[in-house]
T-cell receptor
Framework: KQEVTQIPAALSVPEGENLVLNCSFTDSAIYNLQWFRQDPGKGLTSLLL?????REQTSGRLNASLDKSSGRSTLYIAASQPGDSATYLCAVTGNQFYFGTGTSLTVIP | GAVVSQHPSWVICKSGTSVKIECRSLDFQATTMFWYRQFPKQSLMLMAT?????????EQGVEKDKFLINHASLTLSTLTVTSAHPEDSSFYIC????????????FGQGTRLTVV
């Protein structure tokens, strides 16, 4: 069964800092990998989708990479802002979605 | 495009009553919908997968008679929590896929259920 792990579980950084969130998965037979943002008590907002044939995707200050062979993905956030504070979830898609445990990010003004 | 609307966003009900949560794809036809449950500070746990016009497939440990899922049309799936108990209090989220060849899913905003 696919297992998805995210490290770190929580992260607190000062505003303006660049940061990296990590996601690892055990089964490389995936269709794609998605990064989501979840604010407290809210649903999921899709940030980036990387198809299995792609290596990375970029959107604004966000860059996500995918290395299927090693079962890893990273989400890079440049010039972090307090508004980036949220929980970030990665999910890999096989026959269903498998979610990671999430990284709770706090950006301190 | 690709908007999924979930209703209600929050609900409080008494123990023993049933609660229905709706998940609608507003601008696309969803052949497959998924229902998740999320406990505080935990990730999403898949409860069941539903395909339009057929019975839902439940994950191990999820009681199908307690969590009734109906996917009657290509734009609507419902989750009914029957005879709710306080331990059913949780955050429920649905997601939808446009087609079997489309692997991206779109998520509703979630429903906070509190059973008192």
């Amino acid at each position: 069964k696919q297992e998805v792990t995210q490290i770190p579980a929580a992260l607190s950084v000062p505003e303006g800092e660049n940061l990296v969130l990590n996601c690892s998965f055990t089964d490389s037979a995936i269709y794609n990998l998605q990064w989501f943002r979840q604010d407290p008590g809210k649903g999921l907002t899709s940030l980036l989708l990387i198809q299995s044939s792609q290596r990375e995707q970029t959107s604004g200050r966000l860059n996500a990479s995918l290395d299927k062979s090693s079962g890893r993905s990273t989400l890079y956030i440049a010039a972090s802002q307090p508004g980036d504070s949220a929980t970030y979830l990665c999910a890999v898609t096989g026959n269903q979605f498998y979610f990671g445990t999430g990284t709770s990010l706090t950006v301190i003004p | 495009g690709a908007v999924v609307s979930q209703h209600p966003s929050w609900v409080i009900c008494k123990s023993g009553t049933s609660v229905k949560i709706e998940c609608r794809s507003l601008d696309f036809q969803a052949t497959t919908m998924f229902w998740y449950r999320q406990f505080p500070k935990q990730s999403l746990m898949l409860m069941a997968t539903s395909n339009e016009g057929s019975k839902a497939t439940y994950e191990q440990g999820v009681e199908k008679d307690k969590f009734l899922i109906n996917h009657a049309s290509l734009t609507l799936s419902t989750l009914t929590v029957t005879s709710a108990h306080p331990e059913d209090s949780s955050f429920y989220i649905c997601s939808a896929r446009r087609g079997s060849g489309d692997t991206e899913a779109f998520f509703g905003q979630g429903t906070r259920l509190t059973v008192v």
